[in-house]
């Protein structure tokens, strides 16, 4: 039998329990830091609520839960067992090799405007052992005077200690005008994390769909990257949505990766182009995800990009047979 998929929130962590397991165990035994003491139903240290799914238990354990407990869901997942697939709400938990969040000084070494709206900021660390250390597909804050905003880290971690931003950029961004003064003169600003678990699940080996809209692609440059670190061969199916061509600054790119390489496939669609600018399909991205796959039951999905856009993926996605607990976005879960 399959291991059946257990989604912990708040976190947004997956964990992968095998058939007769409990959850506490397929946790420590996977290197998650999750809480427990006395492993007997009696402390309380790992109890927490299912929210989604059934669990069973071998021993007295559910005995120890009071009537209004058992409504409200609570388990002792020192003794629970999965029934089916599982979302569980434990706090506390820490996903294996977990990254410390902190604030570090970096550098703007450079920048590249990738389109008439994106700009690329090249990153180094004022201090190589202050630097941040990251999973693909993680974000952080970048923060210069009063002003924070998100954005996802577009590389994989590497041994230069880089990190690639893309930010949208317009005439009237103040933000990114600020951006590009910085650079011009490699001045300091800050960064905050690492945040988010939108990291490569490779356990089971489930071909990937990654979905991205506008600068979502960032995102999912950084999970590939990885991949190819990783020399996994799992089929990855890149698919890339925006309103105009120029707003798929990284086309080239993509195109590029999926010549190369046999197991990544990629899809652009347009949903605004100006005319005689797109020879390609057009309309929603998400939809062409579930015209090539039908069947979404076998799939792990990775999507970033505007809320509504992820939520409407999801709502679609759910309906051709995706399991709920397979897809991952900063979106959809607190980090």
């Known amino acids: 039998m399959l291991p059946y998929l257990v989604h912990i929130t708040p976190g947004n962590l997956t964990l992968l329990v095998e058939p007769g397991e409990t959850v506490l165990m397929a946790a420590l035994r996977q290197g998650f830091n ?51 697939h599982l979302v569980i709400e434990m706090f ?20 590249t405007i990738l389109s008439p709206n994106t700009l690329l900021l090249e990153l180094y660390p004022e201090n190589e052992k202050e630097a941040l250390s990251f999973h693909a597909g ?59 678990h939108c990291v490569l699940h490779q356990t089971p080996a489930l071909p990937t769909i990654l979905l991205a809209a506008g600068t979502g692609f960032a995102q999912m440059k950084a999970l590939i990257e990885e991949q190819l670190k990783t020399r996994q061969t799992t089929p990855l199916y890149l698919y890339w949505g925006a309103r105009k061509r120029e707003d798929l600054y990284a086309h080239e790119l993509a195109l590029e ?19 005689g600018t797109w020879s390609g399909e057009l309309g929603y991205i998400y939809e062409k995800v579930v015209k090539d796959h039908p069947d979404l039951s076998g799939y792990q999905v990775y999507a970033s990009g505007p809320p509504d856009m992820v939520l409407a993926a999801l709502q679609l996605f759910e309906q051709h047979a995706l399991n709920r607990n397979r897809m991952y976005s900063d979106m959809l879960f607190d980090p």
Not at 177 to 182: D, E, P, R, T
Not at 257 to 275: D, K, N, R, T, V
Request: proline share 5%.
């Open 138 to 196: 993680q974000y952080l804050y970048l923060c210069y005077g009063d002003e924070y905003r998100a954005y996802s880290i577009a590389n994989a971690e590497e041994d230069s200690q880089r990190i690639e931003l893309h930010i949208r950029h317009t005439d009237d961004n103040a933000f990114a005008n600020q951006m590009i003064a910085l650079a011009e003169q490699k001045k300091i600003l800050y960064l905050e994390g690492p945040h988010g």
């Open 34 to 84: 999750f809480p427990y003491n006395c492993q007997n139903a009696v402390c309380g240290t790992c109890m927490g609520r299912v929210l989604r799914g059934e669990v069973s238990y071998d021993n007295q354990a559910e005995e120890e839960l009071s009537s209004e407990e058992k409504e409200e869901g609570f388990a002792f997942f020192c003794s629970a067992k999965p029934k089916t």
């Open 257 to 275: 990766w999926a010549q190369q390489y046999p197991f990544i496939h990629y899809q652009a669609m347009l949903s605004a182009p100006e005319p």
């Open 92 to 111: 506390h938990v820490e996903g294996p090799d977990i990254k410390l969040e902190k604030t570090s000084a970096y550098h703007v070494m450079g920048h």
